[in-house]
């Protein structure tokens, strides 16, 4: 380890995530000496291995989905009348995601030098309250103190753990990192978990000529989801040729030939086990913090069971001067959300000139999209979440399938349904979600009327330009019971 003196700085900010990134500018801009530690590459998961590549790769598999649908379109490629054929070039795929991961980065990069960021590649830790030793990837160590930090580490995929795992060879077993990196399309492949991960890289490698099994061990897709509407979504992937398994474990792993494996599922209620052929595994059984390395103890910083920073509504952790944002403290973990967090620091120790309330965590609007296809994009609570929050209220549904929407029919593509959530008395929104056709769109208006507290009924009676698929909103409160 160097033994020069640490250097002093105004803050530091552990990990380059969607929070970090911003925050790290955002206190150079303001003329405090600022330090910005990342082990890997700049910009983190949501650019390298997270939102950005996985929506860029997903748009490939809606080309190739439409190429085959080409016939139902009455447009034909050469070989007339029969279902058109798709080759997928994954040399070219891969390239194009790398082609914008890589501008992504750059534009990050560019932005933390123009602010005046020091930045130092590598893996922090803390050794006391107010100090980080930094395993800088050229081999070498620095102390850096500090008189504020902010973490924001994120979380990386649990590592697969699966009888017999270890034969098989590093090719074949895929994290939600590795399988974007692959350059020919997995003759089967399954996927083991079906959350957000699961079942966006399940359809997308379907999409791209895989044959796809999803083994997930609940009893839907998509946990936290509401129950009709995960049911609608498997349907839809069956639909679309995937294998799904509900309440199903993988219990082991076994080597049939260099090439092909057989997996033993056991299904719950089902006596036999079953066999199940691949050649490829993608683990997306979920993800773990990144607290493992960073020695919290020392600083004074808590964990929960899981080992998330535990903190406040302002992102205050047990130790002073320590701020978290992002997924490593704990759900939910989207970018928005982590540059909400961003928001929320700037706001509380940088503007604090306008201040007029601190901001905080309490009660936030928590909208999300899984880029299925057809997406779900979703907004507030669930039917059954409303139920139990608000016993005493006239809590009422709204259900309408897509097959309704104009638009949806007559772009061919009305699959899934929409589904609110109200306060049948007052007509308040309490929540929204629409499995359908840019469905992330359609949520963001029901959304914009939540944050205005523009009741059901306002939506109702709008003027909405026909057709789009905002008109949906015209009809979907005849639904309500
Ligand atoms: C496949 C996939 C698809 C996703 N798609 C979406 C999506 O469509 N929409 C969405 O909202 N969210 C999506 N997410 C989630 C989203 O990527 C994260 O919520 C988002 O990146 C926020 O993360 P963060 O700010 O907490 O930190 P991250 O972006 O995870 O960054 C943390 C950084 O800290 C670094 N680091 C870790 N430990 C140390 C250390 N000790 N020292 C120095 N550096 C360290 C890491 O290298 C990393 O760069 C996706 C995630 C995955 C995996
Ligand atoms: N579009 C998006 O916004 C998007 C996309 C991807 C990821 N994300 C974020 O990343 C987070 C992590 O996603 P994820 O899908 O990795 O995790 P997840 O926790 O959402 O899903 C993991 C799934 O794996 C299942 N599972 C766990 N162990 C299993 C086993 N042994 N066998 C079979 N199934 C098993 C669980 O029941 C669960 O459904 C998400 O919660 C989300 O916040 C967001």
Redesign the pocket.
């Known amino acids: 380890m160097s033994t020069h003196s640490p250097t002093i700085y105004d803050a530091v900010v552990i990990g380059s995530g969607q929070a970090g990134t911003p925050l790290a500018s955002a206190f150079a801009n303001a003329g405090q000496k600022t330090l910005l530690i990342e082990r890997t590459h700049i910009a983190g998961c949501c650019v390298n291995e997270?939102?950005t590549p996985?929506k860029t790769l997903i748009a490939s598999g809606r080309a190739a989905y439409l190429t085959r649908r080409g016939q139902d379109y009455g447009i034909h490629t050469t070989n007339l009348m029969e279902e058109n054929r798709v080759w997928v070039d994954m040399h070219k795929v891969r390239q194009r995601k790398r082609d914008i991961v890589d501008s992504f980065r750059g534009g990050s990069e560019k932005r933390l030098k123009e602010a005046g960021v020091d930045v130092l590649m590598g893996e922090a830790s803390f050794v006391g309250a107010k100090e980080v030793k930094v395993k800088i990837n050229d081999g070498t160590e620095r102390l850096v103190e500090g008189k504020k930090f902010f973490i924001n580490v994120g979380?990386r995929?649990?590592s697969p753990s699966?009888l017999g795992i270890e034969k098989l060879g590093k090719w074949q077993v895929l994290d939600?990192t590795s399988i974007q990196e692959l350059d020919v399309v997995p003759e089967k492949l399954v996927v083991?978990?079906?959350?957000?991960?699961?079942?966006?890289f399940a359809q997308l490698m379907s999409r791209l000529g895989a044959e796809v099994t999803v083994?997930?061990?609940?009893r839907q897709?998509?946990?936290?989801e509401d129950p009709e509407i995960a049911e609608s979504l498997r349907r839809i992937l069956e639909e679309d040729g995937l294998d799904i398994r509900l309440d199903?474990?993988?219990v082991g792993v076994k080597l049939v030939d260099g090439d092909s494996f057989t997996l033993k599922v056991q299904t719950e209620g089902k006596e036999e086990r079953d066999s199940i052929k691949g050649t490829h595994i993608l683990f997306?059984?979920?993800?773990v913090p990144n607290t493992d390395f960073l020695n919290l103890k020392a600083a004074g910083i808590e964990v929960d069971a899981r080992g998330y920073i535990v903190a406040d509504e302002f992102l205050t952790t047990a130790a002073e001067n320590v701020y978290v944002l992002g997924?490593v403290k704990g759900?939910?973990?989207?970018?928005h959300i982590s540059y909400d967090d961003f928001r929320i620091i700037k706001r509380n120790l940088l503007d604090t000139k306008d201040q007029v309330t601190k901001l905080s965590t309490k009660g936030r609007l928590v909208p999300?999209?899984?880029?299925t296809d057809p997406q779900l994009g979703h907004v507030g609570l669930h039917e059954s979440e409303a139920r139990a929050k608000f016993p005493g209220r006239n809590v009422q549904t709204a259900k309408m399938p897509m097959a309704y929407v104009a638009r949806a029919l007559e772009t061919d593509e009305s699959k899934g349904l929409m589904k609110a959530v109200v306060d049948g008395d007052s007509g308040e929104i309490l929540g929204f979600t629409c499995l359908g056709i840019e469905g992330g769109e359609v949520m963001a208006v029901v959304q914009m009327a939540m944050m205005g507290d523009i009741g059901y009924q306002k939506l109702q009676d709008a003027i909405w330009a026909h057709p789009s698929l905002a008109e949906s909103l015209n009809n979907l409160w005849g639904f309500l019971s």
């Open positions: 997270g939102c996985t979380e995929p649990a699966l939600s083991i978990g079906g959350g957000y991960v699961g079942v966006e083994v997930q061990r609940g897709l998509l946990p936290r199903s474990e993988v997306a059984a979920g993800r997924d759900p939910p973990a989207f970018t999300y999209v899984a880029y």
